[in-house]
């Protein structure tokens, strides 16, 4: 079961231009109402319909009792720009704006609501006010149509509160080389994170009071049968056990004033010899039940992770863009068996933070790059697999090194073919990935470290990021063969 995830609770409000029928918009909202019913869409029906801004006042007070967090601003008719705007400024949550498609033509006299043209005028007065409010991509429809876009704006609206009511806690710097990882962090704060960055002494001294803690047999047992025949390492469960409480503790103690919470751990070069063990299995653990856990102090990467988690309900991972896949491998497994081209596909790869639920057979066993240098007994405790097939989709929310917030997404699958190789690792497609490489991770400087989706969230995560303040051209995806980046050199 997820922990650390946003509710919402979904009100809506009518709008109502004076110079039409309130009725007519009163009408409407009822019957959006009771197509989220059928759809099994919670949302409360604010009773006030706002003409003026003493309704916009009445009706803002109705939903804030009600305890709604997210509102859906519905134009039964063309609406009062300023009011319906005013209560958008004046909502303490994220707001979508729809408006209702006209009901027949036996209709469109009295009963014409123009709320097609009342959009525009929407849409300019936000802009006016220096306002941001979700407007679907197609923002006027039928009852049943409103109420598949409230459906998909539930989600967006979970991962904004999630978002403006995070804590980022982090542990010690970036590692030597690893600067890719470092980004200015003013832009989370723009976007109402809280950052508590530790020491990671303080992550050792907290560790070591736990020693001996009651709960530890319990976890350790629950770890042995998650993992069944691949737990190879039994004698470093206890102490991975000992570093799960102490994160889980450290979360409930430090998220203060906020609901919400990821972390950005490190994991070498001192973590194994001072720990005893390296902490990837524990991450992919707190990732299942809904704590993301970035690696080598990802911050952003951790934040990528949260939205990720929220946005799809379901575990997400992080992995180095990591390889190329061998011309064999490729031959053998994937040539004439998949549409794609070899340069379409990479490894995607984490030494072993993936959650054991998203792997095939995974393994408890020892960190095989850092045991090139330390004893074995203290690189135990990463979790080996290859990643389960299927539609991911490859993100990642990343400020520039002059605090300018952009973002990709990529959608792809994680073939069924066999690695070959170490880690928590899949061979991923995502179609004409080589000039995605090129011209958007290369040329935008982003790290190598992306945030992974199980399924593809793709529309979810574009519209999402536009709300949370990413310009649109800020926003990358894999352009189609035939569409040039702009850095592209078109001889």
Partial sequence: MKINMPEIKMGIVAVSRDCFPMSLSENRRKKVVEACGKKNIAIYECPVCIENEKDMRRALADVNAAGCN??????????????????????????????????????????????????????????????????????????????????????????????????????????????ACNAPIKQLYNLGIEIEENSELDLFESFNKHAGDSR????????????????????????????????????????????????????????????????????????????????????????????????????????????????????????GKFDYKICDTFMGFHCGNTAAEKMVNPVMCNQRIMARTLPEEVTNGTCEGDIVPGDVTVYRLQSTSDAKLRAYIAHGEVLPVATRSFGSIGIIAIPEMKRFYRHVLIEKNYPHHAAVTFGHHGKLLYDLFKLLGVEPAEIDYNQPAGVRYATENPF
């Fill in 70 to 179: 997210a509102l859906v601003v519905y134009l039964g008719n063309f609406g009062p720009e300023s009011s319906e705007t005013l209560l958008i400024k004046e909502f303490a949550g994220p707001s979508m704006v729809i408006a209702a498609a006209e009901e027949g033509d036996s209709n469109l006299i009295d009963g014409r609501g123009d709320a097609y043209c009342g959009m525009l005028n929407a849409s300019y007065n936000l802009k006016l006010r220096n306002l941001k409010a979700y407007i679907p991509e197609y923002p006027v429809g039928t009852a049943d149509e409103c109420a598949d876009m409230i459906a998909e704006f539930t989600t967006i609206a979970k991962a904004y509160v999630g978002v403006h009511n995070l804590k980022v806690i982090s542990f010690g710097p970036r590692p030597q080389d690893f600067l």
């Fill in 216 to 335: 530890i047999k319990d976890v350790a047992a629950d770890m042995a049968a998650e993992l069944g025949a691949g737990n190879k390492k039994p004698e470093v469960l206890e102490k991975l056990a000992q570093y799960e409480i102490t994160l889980l503790d450290w979360v409930e103690e430090h998220k203060g004033s906020r609901d919400f919470v990821c972390i950005a751990g490190k994991c070498w070069p001192a973590f194994q010899t001072q720990f005893g063990f390296v902490p990837c299995y524990v991450n992919g653990r707190l990732c299942k039940k809904g704590i993301p856990v970035s690696c080598e102090v990802d911050i952003y990467g951790a934040v990528s992770e949260f939205i990720g988690t929220v946005v799809s309900g379901d575990t997400v991972t992080l992995l180095d863009i990591n390889n190329t896949v061998p011309s064999n491998i490729y031959e053998e497994d994937i040539q």
